[in-house]
């Protein structure tokens, strides 16, 4: 495949010969070792991909529609990857950038990156720096804190539903699983280029920080003593503390709330997941902000 008016280079996937080389041209490669393919390796291995990503300042974004939000965002492209059959749904990515492009055949792609690459396409993108916390809350309104949610899938769905439904900024504490890591960029479906957000830079002074500007801090939590969640004014500047899969917020955080709020739920479960109970607490306090349409 090769743009409207310029010619294919030797070895790109039409085969025809020229002596121009043309850099955003698709690049046909058959061999998974190769190493220019290296920013695939083995996406499934977390704790391979959590170094290797840190170490090469590198994320992945996996889908035509993502890759597209995250080059709008601003993110620069490294490269692609794409199955030789899925070509056509990023071939105008491809020619409007200077990235090299590799085309496998889908064997070469799933021996890459150990699994089935559904979506055809994956590119290696640049992180940018995070800013500061600061910055990020500096006009923010509604804002959701994720207190050491591990789950890359939760971190991603909350992101979706933060963007989905008014939310200014996410706030992550130290240990919160990363944003960009490629699961919770496919969950989000791109939304973490959407939302701005930033690292609590200390959990323990954390939540007095975020009071000292300004945000009223509602702790949420299944706890029965909670105050139902139809019972919160959503007004001024909130802040919604959610807490991790297994123990929930910390005693430290649930004590430095202001209050403590909870979703009625049926006496049959525990909790809701912590990606289930984010859309329904932003849904109820930061109801001016939707699309009544
Ligand atoms: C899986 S839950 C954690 C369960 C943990 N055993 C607890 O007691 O918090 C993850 C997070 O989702 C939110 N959550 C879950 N169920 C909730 C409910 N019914 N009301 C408010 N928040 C809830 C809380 O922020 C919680 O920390």
Redesign the pocket.
Known sequence: MCPPGRKAPRGSVTGRRTARLVMADPVRVTDATDPRLADYVRLTDTHLRRSLEAAEGLFIAEGDKVIRRAIAAGYPLRSMLVADDKLAAIADIAMASMAPCYVVPAVVAERLTRYRVHRGALASMRRLPIPPAAEVLAAAERIVVLEDIVDHANVGAVFRCAAALGIDAVLLAPRCADPLYRRAVKVSMGAVFAVPYSRLPDWREGLAWLRGLGFRLL?????PA?TP?GQIAADGKMAL?????????SPRWLAGADQA?????SRQV?????A??API?CYLLAPARHDAS
């Not at 525990?270 to 912590?274: E, F, H, P, V």
């Open positions: 702790a949420l939590t299944p706890d909670a969640i503390l959610i807490g991790s899969e297994g123990g929930g917020l709020v909870r979703i009625p739920m525990d909790s809701l997941n912590a289930s109970a607490a």
